[in-house]
């Protein structure tokens, strides 16, 4: 009887030893697309009254779409400081673009590596750093260029020819083909990136969209009366701030032409300082250009130029407003179009070769971007558009295809949610809370409500200042503080273009009291406890 017994258990054991070795080698692969600064209102799958985007809406198509995604500061580098380290900005140190990375901080890659996953990471990176983790890569010199770019690598730097998100690709593809390990399972970070300032296109893209006529935001016009002094001083205004040839691309080719063509092309910054671009073409990725790619670029910058020219004279500060928008369109929609096609290609690839079936594919944005909203460029607000990031799964068997969710999901939650797919022991003092509940479609296990926001860079190029807040599906608590004292709330639902600071109408008062708590102990439980002072300086 003892002998059967002992027998029974040792089956037990060896059954669930070997389930488990089973699970351990069935883990899935993930496969982590990024673009720089891609707004959620250029992505068909969230809205296609600008762009289709029919390779990225695959993504949501075949998996799970969040249209309450956002970032916990709203700014390249520190954003990927937060996915990589799963720690608020406050917690990792790296709060704005020019802050140090520490490097000795774990950074979720490393677990994968150390569990047993082949990974590789090519693109922006945007950290001073090499990263750390990753088998393999190939990575572009802090903000990189589009055109022949430098990139940095294990072992040597090199320049390869061609368009910027075209190489990336290849890169991507060129290691799924030729260094991928077929025993280990893989976790790949694909970073583009495009669509960056200056949105500078492909040669194609630039041929195919610099006519097209793009639809302008209601809020295009916006003279911030309804909101706060950091609207107001913000140098993100598409008709004040846009510089003519670094963005709009139009280039005169002499110094005399300049001075009639650009009659307005002083631009004062923050500290009263008055700049003046620099009169030419070089000034720009145009200059890494090679004399066959110039030349193709010339044809279209010759039209605007032109166009320029002949109308801009004419105008009157509404219809500046107007092409300053439409120019900016047509390049930042052109350089996305490259990421969608891309995109397409890595997917075919992955499905073609079986891979998609035990994939999991992300893609999202380091955060997302005004395309007009306020009528401003660049990100750095808590306000929607720069707050939230598109952010779309698909896991096949797992996520249910097609499906979306309206929960407030952050770049903060990543880390978990990746090593909790691949069975990897999540570090205790990770910040955020994994998202593997919702992809399974298991919404009641989810409880948080409300997030956390905090933004630095101030001041700094935008001038946009500091604050702080919370978010929840109806309201947005603001305080901006540093160089000002100033409070604002949104009603989100009623007044989704948030336009109407009400923290001051009496209506608001008790939505005010309780935020105003939440927030305080949201402060203390994420250890944001810093002096928010003008003696704060980092
Ligand atoms: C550059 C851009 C800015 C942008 C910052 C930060 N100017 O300075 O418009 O806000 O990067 O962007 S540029 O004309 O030189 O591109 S971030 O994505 O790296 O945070
Ligand atoms: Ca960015």
Known sequence: ?????????????????????NEINKRPNILFIMSDDHAYQAISAYDDKLIKTPNIDRIANEGMLFRNACVTNSICAPSRAVILTGKHSHINGKIDNHSKFDDSQITFPQLFQKAGYQTAMYGKLHFGNNPKGVDDFLILPGQGNYINPRFLGKDKDTIINGYVTDIITELTLNWFKYKRDKDKPFLMMYLHKAPHRPWWPSTEKFAEFYEKKFPEPETLFDDYTGMGTAAKSAEMNILKHMQYMHDSKVFPSTIEEMGTVLPEIEYVDGKGTVLRPKPNRFY?????????????????????????KTNWPKMNEEEKMKWKYQRYMQDYLATISSVDDNIGRVLNYLDASGLDENTIVIYTSDQGFYLGEHGWFDKRFIYNESFKTPL?????????????????????????????????????????????????????????????????????VHMAKRHYGIVNKEFKLVHFYYDIDEWELYDRLNDPSEVNNVYNNPDYKDVVEKLTQELKEMRIKYKDSEKLDKSFIY
């Open 284 to 308: 720009s990725p145009y200059g890494r250009a090679n004399k066959e790619q110039k030349e193709k670029y010339n044809k279209i910058l010759n039209k605007i130029t032109e166009d320029f």
């Open 1 to 21: 009887m003892t002998n059967y017994y002992s027998l029974l258990f040792l089956i037990i054991i060896s059954f669930c030893s070997c389930s488990k070795k």
């Open 392 to 460: 779309m799964i698909k896991w096949p068997n797992v996520i249910k295809p097609g499906t979306t969710n309206e929960e407030m999901v952050q770049n903060l939650d990543f880390a978990q949610t990746f090593l909790e797919a691949a069975m990897i022991d999540v570090p205790d003092d990770m910040q955020g809370e994994s998202l593997i509940p919702l992809l399974k479609g298991n919404s009641d296990k989810w409880t948080r409500d409300a997030v956390y926001y905090h933004y630095y860079e101030y001041p700094s």
